[in-house]
């Protein structure tokens, strides 16, 4: 069994910044891309920011110069430092573990975290 555990999310004015947290535990032998999505109330979930194994990375627009993700593969751990924060950046966010092969099985298996609220008020 492979759970995803999200730390860091808050309350924090326009203009400040977070930094999230995701830990990937269980029988793990390797994680393709880990990511950060969110979803504000009454919209679709989005990808935020992900970056694989090699430390390639992608962000959405709307976070680029703002956001950088980062990950420990040795700790399964992914980072969102979340900088200049919007108040349009407020909602779910989910960490996702993409592409996990686990001791045991066979294939490869996605996951997700059970999301930790962003708040950013003006």
């Known amino acids: 069994q492979v759970q995803l555990v999200e730390s860091g999310g808050g309350l924090v004015q326009a203009g400040g910044s977070l930094r999230l947290s995701c830990a990937a535990s269980?029988?793990?032998?390797?994680?393709?891309?880990m990511g950060w999505y969110r979803q504000a109330p009454g919209k679709q979930r989005e990808l935020v920011a992900n970056?694989?194994?090699?430390?390639?990375?992608s962000y959405a627009d709307s976070v680029k110069g703002r956001f950088t993700v980062s990950r420990s593969n040795v700790k399964n751990t992914v980072y969102l430092q979340m900088n200049s924060l919007k108040p349009e950046d407020t909602g779910v966010y989910y960490c996702?573990?993409?592409?996990?092969?686990?001791?045991?099985?066979?294939?490869?298996?996605?996951?997700w975290g059970q999301g930790t609220q962003v708040t950013v008020s003006s």
């Open positions: 970056i694989n194994s090699g430390g390639s990375t």
């Open positions: 996702n573990a993409d592409g996990v092969r686990v001791a045991m099985l066979p294939g490869e298996y996605d996951y």
């Open positions: 269980g029988s793990i032998f390797s994680i393709n891309a």
